[in-house]
């Protein structure tokens, strides 16, 4: 039933998942920062490769703070946009409602899982980087 | 389609089907949609397989020589190639699904030949990359 509803207050209600729009905002929130941030990725991967690509190396990288600040944001999100994109997937193409869900929340879990491990990886070369 | 009589008892229905996608003749819009979606699930792949890069290199275990091995040989870097130019086209047709998020270029030519560049791009950038990788001692 729509009919007690104005526009604006059913567009406010966000419809039956609750969350109408935001999916779709946070895809184009993260797709957009994650221009630079990609563009920056390239940039350091590839002045890295310039010299031998050793673990000392990449630990003392991640010592200077804008590396390891970026390359987080970075990680956050890349891992952000990533769920937000795999679950659109298995929501088209997975048709089997259990599957589905089994699916969803271990892309949500690992996705999380993966983002937070990569983050605290910097944290510990920061910190080692810096002795 | 099956539906259920009202006493619960199954019954067959048919109901007309829209053409299935092997109907359809390949076009670039398609095409490189589709592809969007593979490099994105591609792309993911790799986020995991950086992140688990970070850890090694991070604990400084044997899993991180072996893992610089992997990515030094011809395997591992093949991966690194397919990641650079699923990235590269993941970022331009991303930039190509945003200006047709804010309503720009949505007619048939223009969607066709912001593909084409896409595409061209994709290629061009990926193929420079690695050019000024490989003319460092990596």
Redesign the interface.
């Known amino acids: 039933m729509t009919g007690f509803r104005s526009h604006l207050g059913r567009a406010r209600g966000a419809g039956s998942s609750g969350g109408a729009t935001h999916h779709w905002v946070m895809q184009?929130l993260t797709?957009?920062s994650?221009?630079p941030l990609?563009v920056w990725f390239?940039y350091s991967a590839?002045a890295l490769?310039?010299?031998?690509?050793t673990?000392d190396v990449?630990?003392a990288w991640f010592g200077d703070p804008f590396n390891a600040i970026v390359m987080i944001l970075l990680?956050t999100a890349?891992?952000w946009h990533?769920s937000l994109?795999?679950q659109v997937?298995i929501e088209d193409y997975i048709h089997v409602k259990r599957q589905k869900l089994v699916l969803l929340i271990v892309s949500k879990l690992?996705?999380f899982g993966?983002?937070v491990?990569?983050i605290?990886?910097?944290i510990?070369?920061h910190i080692?980087g810096l002795m | 389609m099956t539906g259920q009589h009202s006493a619960g008892t199954p019954v067959r229905r048919e109901r007309p089907l829209s053409p299935h996608l092997t109907i359809y003749k390949p076009q670039i819009t398609s095409v490189l949609s589709i592809t969007h979606r593979a490099t994105g699930v591609f792309l993911l792949i790799g986020a995991f397989v950086f992140s688990a890069w970070l850890l090694a290199m991070a604990a400084g275990t044997p899993i991180c020589d072996c893992m610089t091995d992997f990515f030094k040989g011809i395997i591992g870097k093949g991966f690194l190639f397919l990641w650079s130019a699923a990235l590269y086209y993941h970022l331009f047709n991303g930039i190509r699904h945003l200006f047709w998020d804010m309503g720009k270029g949505f007619e048939l030519k223009e969607a066709q030949y912001s593909g084409f560049l896409v595409v061209t791009l994709a290629i061009v950038f990926t193929v420079f990359t690695w050019v000024m990788v490989t003319g460092g001692s990596w």
């Open positions: 184009r797709a957009v994650l221009i990609a390239i590839v490769t310039a010299g031998d690509l673990r990449i630990v990680l890349m891992f990533g994109g795999i997937v690992a996705c993966m983002g491990a990569g605290f990886a910097i510990s070369m080692k």
